[in-house]
């Protein structure tokens, strides 16, 4: 009896505030399904950590990764470097990776067969300033985002991604919930041959 399972990576993309980070913690606290972390110039929150939430990166030292793809989003750069895929997939052969719908195609031509794409969304778009302010956000931080050409692309799936991602409609964590282990049901069937 063998166990044959290959590296794949769970992107999941969206805009601001739908809640691809609380999805990726539940992969991660539900399905031991780790994060790979990205680097950002973006200062951190209050409640963030370099090294758990993001590597927070200055301009000078943003340069130094290896980038499968990296983005600037309201006005900072994002990137996912080869370095902390190969170190998760070391690890573990299942990762998550959390990313705008830029970051999100490119994966989908680099490695299409290796990744499973959650399209993160919520019902009514105006619930999204409520969320970003009680996670804390600096106001001048949401109103920057908010009216960023980015988030407003962000609200809508890509037509790129239409064909492969799964739409996980978050307007209540239980809905989400049901949707994700919905989906999980079926990628560890396909996955994992006993
Ligand atoms: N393409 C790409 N997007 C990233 C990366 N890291 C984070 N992001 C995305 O950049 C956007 C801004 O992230 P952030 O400032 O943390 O705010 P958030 O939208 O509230 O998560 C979000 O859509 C993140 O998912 C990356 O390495 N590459
Ligand atoms: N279904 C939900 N109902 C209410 N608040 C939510 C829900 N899902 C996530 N949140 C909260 O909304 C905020 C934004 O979620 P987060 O996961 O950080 O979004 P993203 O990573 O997409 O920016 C967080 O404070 C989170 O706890």
């Given at each position: 009896m063998g166990r044959a399972i290959a590296n794949q990576l769970i992107v999941i993309t969206g805009?601001?505030?739908?809640g691809k980070t609380t999805i990726s913690h539940y992969l991660r606290d539900h399905y031991g399904i780790q994060r790979v972390l990205t680097h950002t110039t973006r200062p951190p929150r209050a409640n963030e950590v370099d090294g758990r939430d993001y590597y927070f990166e200055t301009e000078e030292s943003f340069k130094k990764n290896h980038y499968i793809e990296s983005v600037a989003y309201s006005g900072y750069h994002y990137g996912s470097s080869r370095e902390a895929l190969q170190k998760a997939w070391q690890q573990q052969p299942f990762v998550s990776l959390v990313l705008e719908t830029k970051g999100a195609e490119a994966y989908a031509q680099v490695m299409p067969k290796q990744i499973i794409v959650l399209y993160v969304t919520v019902s009514?778009?105006?619930?999204l300033l409520d969320r970003l302010k009680r996670r804390g956000d600096v106001p001048q931080e949401i109103e920057k985002r908010l009216a960023s050409a980015e988030f407003k692309r962000d609200l809508q799936v890509p037509t790129a991604l239409k064909s492969i991602a799964h739409v996980i409609v978050n307007d209540t964590f239980e809905q989400a919930q049901a949707q994700v282990d919905q989906l999980l049901k079926e990628v560890i069937k396909t996955n994992v041959k006993l």
């Open positions: 805009a601001s505030g739908t009514d778009p105006q619930v």
